[in-house]
């Protein structure tokens, strides 16, 4: 049965409902999978819990379906440069589960292993950690996290073969491996699709994580704060 949709929309029929959960992968802008977020937020599901990093920007990747008010609840390592999404939160119209940058990708890296739970230092003694079991190792208190398990999981791969064997650009790669194993259903868009199968030894994401694969469309990729130097005039 081949993997390959269309577009996004055909990707993401059948699976999308009100008040399911949604692992995203990407950082802030990069390597987040455009547009099946906009897919996302052109079917009008509500009532979504959104497990990612972050949530974007104002108006810009996961920021959309902020905007469009489809979601109740995030799960995330921070507010980041979103204001709506601390405006949302402040008004309580948002429920946010805050996790440790590296026990959120742990915990999603558990949910896609088969570990139902894990311990961690992090987060011992802070709010975070309130109303968890704890325990003690060799003389340290660790808290108890939980795995994430999606009902749908949504990434942004640079290049796909037809198998659905993903690879990823340098910093583009950020959460999305993990992303792509917590799913019961994996999507993954695809920047450039290969007809040859990709070399095993380059494969970051095998093929048997995703269920549907879709080319993305070609855009301008948006820069979530842009840094530059000076220009130098060197003397000859």
Do not use: W
Not at 13 to 38: H, K, N, R, W, Y
Not at 61 to 89: D, H, I, M, P, W
Not at 171 to 182: E, G, K, Q, S, W
């Amino acid at each position: 049965m081949s993997k390959m949709c269309a577009t996004a929309e055909a990707a993401l029929s059948g699976v999308l409902a009100d008040g399911i959960t949604i692992a995203v992968g990407g950082f802030g802008l990069c390597g987040i999978p455009s547009d099946l977020i906009e897919a996302v937020r052109d079917s009008g599901v509500t009532g979504l819990t959104v497990v990612s990093n972050n949530m974007g920007v104002d108006g810009k990747g996961l920021g959309l379906l902020l905007e469009n008010r489809q979601v109740t609840k995030v799960v995330a390592s921070y507010v980041g440069e979103n204001k709506l999404f601390a405006q949302q939160y402040l008004d309580k119209d948002l429920d946010v589960e805050f996790s440790p940058q590296g026990t959120l990708s742990e915990r999603i890296r558990a949910g896609g292993s088969g570990i139902a739970a894990f311990y961690t230092r992090s987060g011992v003694g802070t709010p975070v950690a309130e109303g968890k079991p704890h325990a003690e190792f060799d003389g340290h208190l660790y808290v108890q996290e939980r795995a994430i398990i999606a009902d749908l999981a949504l990434v942004h791969a640079h290049t796909a073969d037809r198998a659905g064997n993903l690879t990823y650009r340098a910093t583009a790669r950020n959460f999305n491996p993990l992303v792509a194993t917590c799913g019961r259903v994996t999507i993954a868009e695809t920047e450039h699709l290969t007809e040859q199968f990709i070399d095993p030894e380059l494969v970051a994401t095998p093929g048997i994580y995703v269920d549907r694969l879709v080319v993305a469309r070609e855009r301008i990729k948006d820069i979530e704060k842009r840094t530059v130097r000076p220009r130098v005039t060197v003397e000859a």
